[in-house]
């Protein structure tokens, strides 16, 4: 357990104040009972008046001492389970991805249909990005808070070369890493313990995770993106595709280079087809929503800090309360 505000345990000192405070009235009654009992003889059941006299002091000062716990604002790591299923978004950030055939650009063509199914998501979905050209990178971790799955989508710029086959490799890394839980580590450098070749399962066994490949589809880098499919469905993960561009294509300036680029929808839909997913073109994009009727959620447990504050503040409440109702009942006085 920590503490947001662990100054107010000072307050504990306190206590014992109110204990010596306790014992100097407790010993006036037991005068008084002792000077009653030498005229009327010792009553039946003194045992259990002195036990009951104490009870209502036991529980007001466990009632203050839970009170200034509440203070200090605890927390408290708990393991909430919920259903959860996980979206990785692979966005190509090639140079290509720069080509105007997609109005303002291809990539902000991508933006826009990413933003949108992202916003439409609940919060039983964590999304994660990967951003690829010459290789990949995670940029954003699976998350359910969608205000940083958009941040991260809007510092994507396009360079360098692609490699679809890249991206769907370090998707499936993410989608690993996800599944193991929250100890996984996403920011050591440090190389991974070898890890056997997946037994191949069915394509979509791996229901509660897809990918959603953003790209143009001209892939010119290693590893062959048909082959990085195939992987994944060997570990049962689909991926839906996205066609960002047109048939026609257009002609790029890429440093001093005229470069004709155009869409490859063919490779993109035998990438789909290959892991059980679909394919969408980005003018169609608006229909990337119906994936989330395709995504079979599964419960995990997560560990959740939670603040303790008003649980324990209503337990002191009910300590304090028992204690006078007991002083009331038992001694007839307040306390």
Known sequence: MSFLWPQALALLVLLPVGILAYQLVGRRQRRKVVALAGRIGSPTGAT??????????????AGMSVMVIALARPQGAIDVPRQEGTVILA??????MAATDLAPSRIAAARTAAAN???RQPSSVVIGVVAFSDAGLLVQQPTDESANVIAALDRLRPQGGTSVGQGIL??????????????ANYYSNASPAPTPSPTPVPAGTHA????ILLTDGENNETPDQLAAAQTAADRGVRIFTVGVGTAAGTTLDLDGFR???QL????LQQIAQVTGGAYYSAA???DLRTIYDHLDTQLVIRPQQIELTAVLAGLSVLLLVAGALSSLVWLGRAP
């Open 48 to 61: 259990t008046g002195a036990i009951r006299s104490r009870v209502p002091a036991v529980l007001i000062l």
């Open 91 to 96: 966005f190509d950030v090639s140079g290509s």
């Open 117 to 119: 199914f992202v916003k």
């Open 170 to 183: 370090v998707s499936l890394d993410a989608i690993a890493a996800q599944t193991a839980g929250p100890t």
């Open 208 to 211: 509660p995770a897809v990918i």
């Open 259 to 261: 470069v004709h680029t």
């Open 264 to 267: 490859d929808a063919a490779t």
């Open 284 to 286: 169609s994009a608006q």
